[in-house]
């Protein structure tokens, strides 16, 4: 059974930078890992992915400004944000495929970690 650890979250100001980690202990394949996030009375939004073959998919909201990447031995994947602006400010969740590929579908994701609060502002 897969268990997600999340770290990294936090204040910063904007244009700041902040780095996300998501360790999936139990994990036994690379499957595709993603980040989620959801803010106060808005919906879940999915926002980066990762998929076997490090392939990625990004939203447009984050889309060159944030990066996903994995580790060599695959079972830790981590989102740098940077240029980060204060309608980032959310609970950022990780979360962990049941396939390979990447994608933002959260109903291809049934593992999901605690969550990690990330505010931006002045």
């Known amino acids: 059974q897969v268990r997600l650890v999340e770290s990294g979250g936090g204040s910063v100001q904007p244009g700041g930078s902040l780095r996300l980690s998501c360790e999936a202990e139990?994990?036994?394949?690379?499957?595709?890992m993603a980040w989620f996030r959801q803010a106060p009375g808005k919906e879940r939004e999915g926002i980066a992915t990762?998929?076997?073959?490090?392939?990625?998919t990004y939203s447009e909201t984050v889309q060159d400004r944030f990066v996903i990447s994995r580790h060599p031995r695959g079972n830790t994947a981590y989102l740098q944000m940077n240029s980060l602006k204060p309608e980032d400010t959310a609970m950022y969740y990780c979360a962990f495929s049941i396939h390979y590929r990447s994608d933002l579908d959260a109903a291809n994701y049934p593992v999901w970690g605690q969550g990690t609060q990330v505010t931006v502002s002045a």
């Open positions: 990762i998929g076997r073959f490090s392939y990625t």
């Open positions: 139990g994990a036994d394949d690379l499957y595709a």
